[in-house]
């Protein structure tokens, strides 16, 4: 253990203090994207569907990739600005450790989803397409991943204190709001970096691989277009509740009117919500499915709840503390 850098036992003993909620937010994202390539490769096992062992690599390939990416890069980030951010370590100890936890949790998976398969794959008829499917999964797993390690340790060795470029195309000063102007900057800024690190690419490599060879493409765009702006709601409104904790925090010691806050604090989510419902409508327009609208508007709107729900608790029992 001298070897690893000592922010991992670190990261180790706040997992423990946090208990079940960090793991399953750790753990979550992983195990889901496993077990849709699996249930995407059943296409193979149980019908026949040979295009379905190319459709569950590809979710395998980007959502590794968009994982051990983001993950990295907040392990570099959080390792050199945290706790042991002061500590006189060598930068190779940090890419040797990096590189040891994400080659273990890459064998660890290798392992979890060749035991779903084999699982599955007992009373399948297609059963002979089984290393078909192992190999095409595991290889996008591991050329992802390796990409994503690679990637994220080059930019890491820059040591520029930004996580990429954050300001956007379009500025909107209108959104700042003359009672806390910084509050909606910070959401916006947040939810830019969250996305441009590949947040909820997942979902998108899903769906994309999920659809059929020789599909019109009209309905494939508005597909690609409900798919984008639910993806982009998400990571808009989880780093808006992130933001907008962060700054109850640190201004916690201050004559803050919470009131004010609050509903500062909502200012980005609902331009954000609105901009997602202006795509959704044209996903829809282009789908042609009546059906789709009021269940697409419903996953949304739970996308959306939670986050929101965070915002109204943490400024109202902040306010409610003083």
């Known amino acids: 253990m001298s070897a690893l850098h000592p922010a991992l036992r670190a990261d180790w003993l706040v997992l423990r203090r946090t208990g ?11 195990v889901l994207l496993l ?4 249930a995407l490769a059943c296409g193979d096992l149980y019908k026949g569907y040979g295009w ?27 390792w050199r600005f945290g706790w042991c951010g002061a500590l006189p370590i060598a930068r190779g100890r940090t890419a040797w450790t990096l590189s040891i936890v994400t080659i273990v949790a890459l064998l660890v998976s290798l392992m979890f989803v060749s035991a779903l398969l084999l699982i599955v794959s007992v009373s399948a008829p297609h059963r002979g397409d089984l290393p078909y499917a192992l190999a095409g999964i595991d290889l996008a797993l591991i050329v992802g991943t390796s990409v994503a390690m690679v990637r994220a340790l080059r930019i890491g060795a820059r040591t520029n ?5 954050r300001e956007p195309v379009l500025a909107l000063p209108w959104l700042n709001d003359t009672r806390l102007p910084h509050l909606p900057d910070w959401q916006r800024r947040a939810a830019l970096v969250r996305w441009r690190r590949g947040g909820s690419f997942v979902m998108v490599g899903i769906v994309l691989g999920a659809v059929p060879m ?10 690609v277009l409900l798919v984008l702006s639910w993806s982009w709601l998400a990571v808009a409104m989880r780093a808006s509740a992130d933001a907008t904790t962060d700054a109850v925090r640190l201004l916690g010691a201050t004559p803050l009117d919470f009131a004010r806050a609050r509903r500062a604090s909502f ?9 997602g419902l202006v795509w959704m409508i044209v996903g829809i327009a282009l789908l042609r499915q009546g059906m789709i609208a009021p ?10 709840a939670w986050p929101m729900l965070r915002i109204l608790r943490t400024t109202r029992d902040t306010e409610s503390s003083a």
């Open 20 to 30: 079940a909620v960090a793991s399953v937010r750790m753990f979550g994202a992983p």
């Open 35 to 38: 077990a849709c390539c699996v």
């Open 52 to 78: 379905c062992l190319a459709a569950a690599a590809l979710p395998a390939l980007g959502g590794s990739h968009a994982i051990a990416h983001r993950r990295v890069l907040d392990a570099l980030e959080r």
């Open 161 to 165: 204190h930004a996580g990429g470029i």
């Open 214 to 223: 020789g599909a019109p493409m009209v309905p494939v765009a508005g597909l």
């Open 267 to 275: 200012r980005y989510p609902v331009a954000a919500a609105l901009c």
């Open 295 to 304: 269940a697409w508007i419903v996953l949304a709107g739970i996308a959306s």
